[in-house]
């Protein structure tokens, strides 16, 4: 498989060094993108951050190489593995302008990408004007689709990573 074949930053709206935000569904986002946009920004951070306590995670992507690894980590558990992944990007700055805390936590089966975890404490109110000021930059939901996760793992099960074949001693990356 050539890395031609797979989707870029780019394909994926992803602006590089953004945090990558997992969504359950596109249309948790994109479906209020019409509403009153006070209303809009309460459905929309009601349905995505929505987890008993106030910590999300976030994953930080500067590359092609790093996005791949993280998708290889949010389907290392999963079944199937060949999903569709929904995120929303959002920037240091914008996470920064709602006084959002973030902390890198190593975490995910991909070696490679596991510091690129942060938990983000993110309150109800602080979700709300996040969604409200992405809303307004017109920021829209993304889709990593099927097909294009499938070729992204067996691109990383061909690079030797311990996210897609958990009897692996070491990673890729970890051998000298």
């Known amino acids: 498989m050539t890395e031609s074949m797979l989707p870029s930053l780019f394909d994926l709206g992803i602006e590089p060094g953004s945090f990558?935000?997992?969504?359950?569904?596109?249309?948790?986002?994109?479906?209020?993108?019409?509403e009153d946009l006070s209303r809009a920004s309460k459905l929309i951070a009601e349905k995505i951050f929505k987890e008993a306590g106030e910590k999300y995670?976030?994953?930080?992507?500067?590359?092609?190489?790093?996005?791949?690894?993280?998708?290889?980590?949010?389907?290392?558990?999963?079944?199937?593995?060949?999903?569709?992944?929904?995120?929303?990007?959002?920037?240091k700055s914008e996470l920064k302008e709602v006084d959002i805390e973030f902390d890198s936590v190593s975490e995910g089966n991909c070696l490679k990408v596991n510091d690129l975890h942060f938990d983000a404490v993110i309150n109800q109110e602080k979700a709300r004007q996040l969604c409200h000021n992405l809303i307004v930059k017109q920021r829209v939901a993304q889709?990593?689709?099927?097909?294009?996760?499938?070729?992204?793992?067996?691109?990383?099960?061909?690079?030797?990573?311990?996210a897609t074949n958990a009897d692996l001693v070491l990673c890729d990356c970890q051998k000298p």
């Open 57 to 91: 995670s976030l994953w930080k992507v500067n590359t092609e190489q790093e996005f791949y690894g993280v998708v290889a980590s949010l389907t290392a558990n999963a079944n199937p593995k060949d999903r569709n992944i929904d995120f929303i990007w959002v920037t």
């Open 20 to 34: 990558i935000r997992k969504l359950d569904n596109q249309n948790h986002w994109n479906a209020h993108q019409d």
């Open 143 to 162: 889709r990593c689709k099927k097909a294009q996760t499938v070729l992204i793992l067996q691109y990383q099960r061909d690079r030797g990573c311990k």
